[in-house]
């Protein structure tokens, strides 16, 4: 990763809207702008004037959250990936909450998996959806994915909670 921050400029657009740059680390310069009646377009910007738009797409909402969506998942993992290199006996796993867990339907605090566990849950993938940061109060339904850090032991714990309820020993 760099040392040098990323670089987003906003750029208000009077009667249109607002537009978001990012400049990449090779100074290519990718736009996003959300129109006031809700539209959106990525724009990328020509690499000798970085005034003039060689291309735009425009993006339905649903378009538009499943591009955030996939950028997102894709930093989120490779975060928790380098977090895994980094931290010794720390590992990242992703746990599928069966449809036979006592959990389905009831809320993420429910589990107490940090407590019993001593891991942490960071994300929920649910269909083509990402719950980054979930709260105590976010509802588990079967079939989701979760995103778990923890030590080995801590993480089979888990698996064993989320499956059957069973207090770790």
Do not use: W, Y
Not at 54 to 71: C, F, H, K, P, Y
Not at 94 to 113: E, I, K, N
Request: proline share 5%; charged share 25%.
């Amino acid at each position: 990763m760099s040392d040098v921050g990323v670089r987003i400029e906003k750029v208000d657009l009077p009667g249109i809207g607002t537009r978001h740059d990012i400049v990449t680390e090779n100074g290519r310069r990718i736009g996003i702008v959300s129109h006031r009646s809700g539209e959106r377009e990525l724009a990328v910007f020509d690499d000798i004037d970085p005034d003039a738009c060689r291309e735009r797409v425009r993006l339905s909402e649903d378009e538009a959250l499943a591009l955030a969506d996939v950028l997102g998942a894709s930093v989120m993992l490779g975060q928790l990936a380098g977090i895994r290199e980094q931290a010794a006996g720390l590992f990242t796993e992703q746990l599928l909450l069966p449809a036979s867990s006592p959990f389905v339907g009831g809320r993420l605090g429910d589990t107490r998996a940090r407590t019993l566990t001593s891991t942490s849950i960071v994300a929920i993938v649910r269909d083509a959806e990402i719950i980054p940061s979930p709260t105590p109060t976010t509802e588990l339904r079967a079939g989701d994915t979760l995103i778990v850090v923890g030590t080995r032991p801590g993480l089979e714990s888990l698996a064993r909670l989320l499956a059957d309820g069973s207090l770790p020993s």
